[in-house]
């Protein structure tokens, strides 16, 4: 029988930019991946976030990004080796932190927005990141784009490793994303998006925006939880997956 993971990244908002539902999402999904602080969110709210994981047996990741919180950690950074390797380590240290003082703690790490998308292909940047995870705790998990290079990087260096899929986004032929600048790089309909997710869950594989089909190997579905309707997607995904008789169950342990 088939496993999937589902995951959402939450802790994002503050009062001046609501991005997402956290508590109706927390309620569907088996793993968050919660906002370190650089990209979105406050220390009060993310800890707000990790309490009601706590509360709803949800696995915490943290979900470090660029330090770009203007550009909601979207904008790729030029950045050297020895301050993204400190700015990952800074963001995971407050996490681990955070969540400590609610009484969880953290299992795993998925990079967010552009730096996620960068070490999907960078394979110095990949270095950069996977050091620091090596450094602040190398039982962390590392989730990542279903053949990203940073999952052949984390491996090669000792780390677990998890890939991705997203619901809610398009694929390129050769399994990369659609940018968000493209038309149709986002998808909306819960219906759509969950035949597609339970298609992955069973036979591997993920319709391309040309028509083609992708071979995916993934562990865990991402539903972004600041696309619109991300509530309603996610929680057709669910239904539709457990209907086919698919255990949604995390890739990493509580």
Do not use: W
């Not at 390797?85 to 995971?92: P, S």
Request: glycine fraction near 10%; proline fraction near 4%; hydrophobic fraction near 45%.
């Amino acid at each position: 029988m088939a496993t999937i993971d589902l995951n959402s990244d939450l802790g994002e908002n503050v009062p001046d930019r609501i991005v997402s539902d956290d508590a109706s999402m927390l309620r569907i999904v088996t793993s968050a991946n919660v906002s370190c602080g650089f990209h979105a969110g406050s220390p009060e709210g993310i800890r707000e976030t990790l309490a009601a994981a706590v509360a709803g047996g949800v696995v915490i990741g943290a979900h470090p990004g660029y330090r770009d919180y203007e550009n909601f950690g979207r904008t790729k950074v030029d950045i050297d080796s020895a301050t993204l390797q400190a700015h990952v380590e800074y963001q995971l240290g407050a996490l681990l932190g955070l969540a400590a003082a609610v009484g969880g703690r953290v299992s795993y790490v998925k990079p967010h927005g552009a730096l996620y998308n960068t070490i999907a292909r960078d394979e110095r940047q990949s270095k950069d990141v996977v050091a620091a995870i090596r450094a602040v705790d190398p039982s962390l998990v590392l989730l990542g784009l279903a053949g990203g290079v940073v999952l052949d990087v984390a491996q090669k260096a000792g780390l677990a490793v998890a890939a991705e899929a997203f619901a809610d986004r398009a694929y390129q032929p050769d399994g990369q994303l659609v940018s968000r600048t493209e038309e149709g790089a986002v998808l909306h309909d819960p219906t759509a998006v969950a035949e597609r997710m339970v298609r992955l869950a069973a036979d591997g594989v993920i319709r391309a925006i040309d028509g083609t089909d992708v071979a995916v190997s993934a562990q865990s579905i991402c539903v972004h939880g600041d696309s619109p309707g991300s509530v309603a997607m996610a929680a057709e995904t669910r239904r539709l997956l457990q209907t086919e008789g698919i255990t949604i169950a995390p890739f990493a342990g509580a």
